[in-house]
């Protein structure tokens, strides 16, 4: 089992670019989660799918959209890139229906990406 | 809301025990995670807590008290592959599977 995946791993885009940031889970999780990390600032949760086609707003929305087209794939895009963008992306995935006894989050590698 | 705070950095000798301390305010919960955090790396989940009492796990131990808003995490026999951010998390009651997480404390150890 390769867990959670992310691609890609590093990634800088000019001011008004857009790109889609893919994760992917082999361990068919029902709940997967997009989060921003930012020094000093932990973990912020910016959408999150509590199943194949369903999407909510996390903490931390603007500028973001999801889509949750297939259980195993969650995708994060960037329609037109900000320097306030510039973060460490870390999806996430959690909850199967066979193993309903705790709610822990598996979390993938991290994308870097930075906004010029 | 949920305010949920922890020392942002502390020092430690190799060998020694480390006492990570996690505050928090919040209306309700399912329970609370601690996870480790490698510079560079994903955060992997160390302990979960759901009742009151201390979990222990090897050279780790997570505690927890709901009537004092209170957790912390026990590292003990400290070795220089502990050197980490160590991050508290809630599972909120209001939307199950969702964390809140503090900021983090990075634990440094040195020989």
């Known amino acids: 089992n390769a867990g959670v995946t992310q691609t890609p791993k590093f990634r800088v885009l000019k001011t008004g670019q857009s790109m889609t940031l893919l994760c992917a889970q082999d361990?068919?999780?029902?709940?997967m989660y997009w989060y921003r990390q930012d020094p000093g600032m932990g973990l912020r949760l910016i959408h999150y799918s509590v199943g194949e086609g369903t999407t909510a707003k996390g903490e931390v929305p603007d500028g973001y959209n999801v889509s949750r087209l297939k259980k195993q794939n969650f995708l994060l895009g960037l329609e037109s890139a900000a320097p306030s963008q510039t973060s460490v992306y870390f999806c996430?995935?959690?909850?199967?229906?066979?193993?309903?006894?705790?709610?822990?989050?598996?979390f993938g590698p991290g994308t870097r990406l930075t906004v010029l | 809301g949920q305010n949920i705070d922890q020392p942002t950095e502390m020092t430690a000798t190799e060998g020694a025990i480390v006492q990570i301390n996690c505050t928090y305010q919040t209306s309700g919960f399912n329970g609370l995670f601690w996870y480790q955090q490698h510079a560079g790396e994903a955060p992997t989940f160390l302990s979960y807590n759901v009742l009151d009492g201390l979990e222990e796990k090897g050279r780790f131990s997570s505690f927890l008290s709901r009537s004092k808003g209170y957790s912390y995490l026990l590292l003990k026999e400290l070795q220089m592959k502990d050197s980490a951010s160590y991050l508290c998390?809630?599972?909120?009651?209001?939307?199950?599977?969702?964390?809140?997480f503090g900021a983090g404390t990075q634990v440094v150890v040195t020989p």
């Open positions: 996430a995935s959690s909850y199967s229906r066979r193993d309903q006894s705790t709610d822990t989050q598996y």
């Open positions: 998390a809630l599972s909120l009651t209001d939307s199950w599977g969702k964390l809140q």
């Open positions: 361990m068919n999780h029902e709940y």
